[in-house]
């Protein structure tokens, strides 16, 4: 039976006398676990008061304010727009301003990479903070991105037995100060790139350095797979954390779980598919 407006008006007069006798209470008096029941009772009400409300109103909530600020929002747009970017040589990175994100892509003949070579999937993703990270413009961010590059370059040709740096090439996007962070985890979460130490698989790539003191007393994947640097290889007690057969192994079960993209049209329609879900 629908509530006449008379009787709505005398709910609301009563729901307005109950929210000032709740406000005039004791609250702190109360023990964790009752108080921890009044705030979810409470928190139930209100959003049943929320739902009546807008009904009430004869202009309705568009459902979704589309907010570039959300972390969630820009992270997407970030790393769609890094996509959008052409493909370069990794063998050949010119020094440039700015710091922001990127990925790897493998075009070569390594076995255990074969599913994502020559695919629009990344084997690895990363950010390159700012110099000051209060940077407003490219040139206070310093050259970070492109000398994030350049690391990932000489790691690669130090892995000679294994690599080729003929064989990978990169997409980078310079972005504002702050929206490098998001735009990774978006991209991380997207691909879940095999040598991305968030996958937990054949990481070690992204290791800084070659101090052997600031390094685990076990070699990564990665270097186990891809022998060449010094410190990872340097001293004869040091274990391998998994056993390359592992490891191969792990990557054929990754990318069956999560079949690597083969085109930009299925990244797009993954994009599109997410923001719908967003809004």
Request: proline share 5%; with cysteine; net charge positive.
């Given at each position: 039976?629908a509530t006449?407006?008379?009787?709505l008006e ?20 109360l023990?964790?676990?009752r108080?921890?029941r009044?705030?979810?009772?409470i928190?139930?009400a209100?959003e ?10 004869p202009?309705?909530?568009p459902g ?9 929002v ?8 890094m996509i ?15 710091s ?12 255990p990479y ?21 940077s ?15 690391e ?24 504002q ?19 991305n ?7 070690g790539f992204?290791k800084?350095?070659?101090d ?14 891809h022998p060449?640097?010094d410190w ?23 990318l ?6 083969k ?10 598919d997410?923001m719908r879900?967003v809004s």
């Open positions: 039976m006449s407006p008379g009787k005398q709910l609301a007069v009563q729901l307005k006398d109950l929210s000032e006798q709740l406000a005039r209470e004791e609250a702190s008096a023990a964790a676990p108080a921890k009044v705030r979810k009772t928190s139930d209100y049943t008061i929320r739902k009546v409300m807008e009904d009430l109103d202009i309705k909530h979704f304010v589309f907010d570039p600020s959300n972390p969630n820009a992270g997407r747009i970030v790393g769609i727009t959008a970017q052409a493909r370069k040589q990794l063998a050949n990175v010119e020094s440039f301003y700015g922001g994100v990127y990925a790897i892509y493998y075009t070569g003949k390594f076995a074969k599913a994502i070579s020559k695919r629009e999937h990344p084997i690895y993703v990363g950010k390159a903070d700012p110099a000051d990270p209060a407003k413009t490219a040139m206070e961010q310093g050259d970070k991105l492109s000398g994030r590059l350049n990932h370059r000489k790691n690669i040709l130090k892995a000679a037995t294994t690599l080729q740096v003929e064989d990978f090439e990169y997409r980078a996007l310079v972005v100060t702050g929206w490098q962070d998001s735009a990774e985890n978006y991209l991380i979460e997207l691909f879940k790139p095999i040598w130490s968030e996958v937990n698989i054949c990481y992204g800084h350095g070659d052997p003191g600031t390094r685990a007393n076990l070699r990564s994947p990665w270097d186990t797979m060449g640097r990872a290889h340097r001293d004869p007690k040091m274990k391998d954390a998994r056993a390359a057969e592992r490891i191969t192994g792990d990557i054929a079960e990754h069956a779980k999560y079949p690597p993209v085109s930009i049209d299925e990244i797009l329609r993954r994009f599109l997410e879900a």
